[in-house]
């Protein structure tokens, strides 16, 4: 980062457009307000997955503590070799590596092979963050692209286990959305197939009350995501609380949805790129019953995010 850089401070909202002495500037994340530092906000971030984490331990034992492990230590591995190959300044302290592998980690199924699930923080890393310039110049959600990317490679190796006590008698069943037989309190303790950090929304819940308390996000994108989503769901005559709960909306709107580079600056942008993301994401599901609709969903409004930004930029007073 620049020493220009450096001396960018953040969140446009806290300034004042209308004081000709306070300047207004768009510019990539990530940035620094006050005594907040990225280190800081990202370790806050890997916290706030943590319940999401306990929970995939509890309900389908140690290989998915193992899993998500390997996807972060693997992720910080290949962010170093690749500052290296590349010369750039060493970017694992920011812990932004640790954060897109935990992240990656947490959308994978509990039986996915952890060779490809490296070779799948690899895509998030090298090619979707680094190949971009790195830390605050990517234009895709690391972990929703790599995501993605390695669903289209290893679609076979996407398969659902019923959660059981014993790790060695797996049931193989489908996904809420695929059997919409679960009930609301499997949905949000975590007693349904699915990926790690899907399996209860009551573990994503806990992540966002928690980055409020602290200050390191906001609601705006993430009320907007879910609340489109439930009123999509209304006009199209689905049960909007079982969409919701269901199969990683609250996950993607509290993690992705807010991610600090990819997503608008201002309000009104967070809330036309949640509303964006929610008609996405219940239209591929209800239409093409595509099970990854959220990752989409975040990147095709990752896309258009420089326009939301251009559209919503506040210009002083005259």
């Not at 319940?51 to 389908?60: H, K, Q, R």
């Not at 790790?167 to 809420?176: A, E, Q, W």
């Amino acid at each position: 980062m620049s020493d220009t850089e450096k001396d960018i401070f953040a969140r446009p909202e806290g300034l004042d457009n209308g004081d000709a002495d306070v300047p207004f500037i768009m510019a990539p994340a990530p940035f620094i307000h006050g005594s907040s530092s990225g280190s800081k906000t990202m370790a806050h971030v890997m916290v706030a997955m943590l319940p999401a984490l306990i929970m995939s331990g509890i309900v389908f034992g140690g290989t998915a503590l193992m899993l998500v492990g390997a996807c972060t230590i693997s992720a910080m591995g290949w962010e170093m070799l690749s500052t290296m190959v590349m010369r750039k300044h060493k970017s694992t302290d920011d812990l932004t590596a640790a954060v897109t592998g935990m992240l990656f980690g947490l959308t994978l199924p509990p039986t996915f092979p952890i060779i490809k699930a490296i070779l799948g923080t690899f895509i998030s890393i090298v090619i979707f963050k680094q190949l971009f310039g790195g830390v605050g110049k990517n234009i895709l959600n690391p972990a929703a692209a790599g995501r993605l990317a390695l669903y289209f490679i290893f679609k076979s190796d996407f398969v659902y286990i019923t959660p059981m006590s014993d790790p060695l008698d797996r049931i193989y069943g489908s996904t809420p959305l695929v059997s919409g037989d679960a009930s609301y309190f499997d949905l949000i303790v975590g007693g349904v197939p699915g990926n790690l950090g899907e399996v209860s929304a009551l573990a994503a819940m806990l992540g966002i009350f928690y980055l409020l308390a602290m200050g390191v996000t906001g609601l705006w994108s993430t009320c907007s995501f879910v609340g489109t989503a439930y009123v999509f769901s209304l006009v199209t005559g689905n049960d909007g609380v079982y969409q919701i709960l269901a199969c990683g909306l609250l996950l993607t709107a509290v993690f992705m949805a807010n991610d600090y580079v990819t997503t608008p600056l201002t309000a009104p942008g967070k809330i036309l790129f949640g509303l964006g993301a929610g008609v996405i994401t219940m239209t591929l599901r209800l239409t093409a019953g595509f099970s990854e609709a959220c990752y989409a969903a975040i990147l095709i409004m990752d896309l258009l995010t420089p326009l939301i930004d251009r559209a919503t930029e506040r210009r002083p007073r005259k």
